[in-house]
T-cell receptor
Framework: AQSVTQLDSQVPVFEEAPVELRCNYS??????LFWYVQYPNQGLQLLLK??????LVKGINGFEAEFNKSQTSFHLRKPSVHISDTAEYFCAVSRGGGADGLTFGKGTHLIIQP | EPEVTQTPSHQVTQMGQEVILRCVPISNHLYFYWYRQILGQKVEFLVS????????KSEIFDDQFSVERPDGSNFTLKIRSTKLEDSAMYFC??????????????FGPGTRLTVL
């Protein structure tokens, strides 16, 4: 079984400042890693994913994440945030089988302050 | 851009009643999923569906739950006798042949189920 821990339930950041949202996972097998974003009253939208290869992955809206196998982490970063980045961010893992469900973390609410 | 749709957006029901939540996955997708999120808690996997049968289900997905693909477009989740603890946001997701490699699941906006 796998699990995901998002260490911060809420992260307040000033506009144009950098941000890092932390995610750690636990699994006895290799996993695929994902970050999803949920804007108010909307579904979950994929930001980026790590399947294999380069440990630094880039996603939409200027976000990137780095897979660190030794630390079992997949932290999400953005060098300069905007008001429009205010949302709930979810880290998730999957074993990668065709119909495998995603295991999610509890989510981090990113609050951008003007 | 194709998207997953869900109806209704909000469903209110009495305890013990049956509810059916509906989803229209992206048209060329082959894998379908249901998740739920109880208020203040994490998104939890319920079930996945492929080739007209359940592929994987979690401990939450007990005999009170069932899924069906009644036609070529809809994917439904039925709760036979709702309990108060079934109150949650239910998300449908789908992924396709091309996405089988990329592992990307596309999510709908959710149905908020309130059991009174």
């Amino acid at each position: 079984a796998q699990s995901v821990t998002q260490l911060d339930s809420q992260v307040p950041v000033f506009e144009e400042a950098p941000v890092e949202l932390r995610c750690n996972y636990s699994s006895s097998v290799s996993v695929y890693l994902f970050w999803y974003v949920q804007y108010p009253n909307q579904g979950l939208q994929l930001l980026l994913k790590y399947l294999s290869g380069s440990t630094l992955v880039k996603g939409i809206n200027g976000f990137e994440a780095e897979f660190n196998k030794s630390q079992t982490s997949f932290h999400l970063r953005k060098p300069s945030v905007h008001i429009s980045d205010t949302a709930e961010y979810f880290c998730a893992v999957s074993r990668g089988g065709g119909a495998d469900g995603l295991t999610f973390g509890k989510g981090t609410h990113l609050i951008i302050q003007p | 851009e194709p998207e997953v749709t869900q109806t209704p957006s909000h469903q209110v029901t009495q305890m013990g009643q049956e509810v059916i939540l509906r989803c229209v996955p992206i048209s060329n997708h082959l894998y379908f999923y249901w998740y739920r999120q109880i208020l203040g808690q994490k998104v939890e996997f319920l079930v996945s569906f492929y080739n007209n049968e359940i592929s994987e289900k979690s401990e939450i997905f007990d005999d009170q739950f069932s899924v069906e693909r009644p036609d070529g477009s809809n994917f439904t989740l039925k709760i036979r006798s709702t309990k108060l603890e079934d109150s949650a946001m239910y998300f449908c997701a789908s992924s396709g042949w091309g996405d089988r490699v990329s592992r990307t699941q596309y999510f709908g906006p959710g149905t908020r189920l309130t059991v009174l």
